[in-house]
């Protein structure tokens, strides 16, 4: 059973950066569409990015020219680069497979505030 771990959230300004690692373990995640999703407070989770098993990506209109979803699958890790980042992608950030399996990892928190 794979294992996701993520990490690189924090307190950022709007218009700053930030760069998300989700390392997998137990599981060889190359085969897999891999996603990036979020659960602002209040909402329900939602998928904002995703990447296929050959590296075409989507995003949700929302992040649209902001976010960037990428994979390494030598590391079997895959990033989500976050650029002009607003109030409104403050979230918990998960990643996992697309469709989702039941095995979310802890999630990373992102909170964007001056």
């Known amino acids: 059973q794979v294992q996701l771990v993520e990490s690189g959230g924090g307190l950022v300004q709007p218009g700053g950066s930030l760069r998300l690692s989700c390392a997998a373990s137990?599981?060889?995640?190359?085969?897999?569409?891999m996603g990036w999703y979020r659960r602002a407070p209040g909402k329900q989770r939602e998928l904002v990015a995703r990447?296929?098993?050959?590296?075409?990506?989507i995003y949700a209109d929302s992040v649209k020219g902001r976010l960037t979803i990428s994979r390494d699958n030598a590391k079997n890790t895959v990033y989500l680069q976050m650029n002009s980042l607003k109030n409104e992608d403050t979230a918990v950030y998960y990643c996992?497979?697309?469709?989702?399996?039941?095995?979310w990892g802890q999630g990373t928190q992102v909170t964007v505030s001056s």
């Open positions: 137990g599981s060889v995640i190359r085969a897999y569409a």
């Open positions: 990447i296929s098993s050959l590296g075409s990506t």
């Open positions: 996992n497979t697309v469709p989702p399996n039941d095995r």
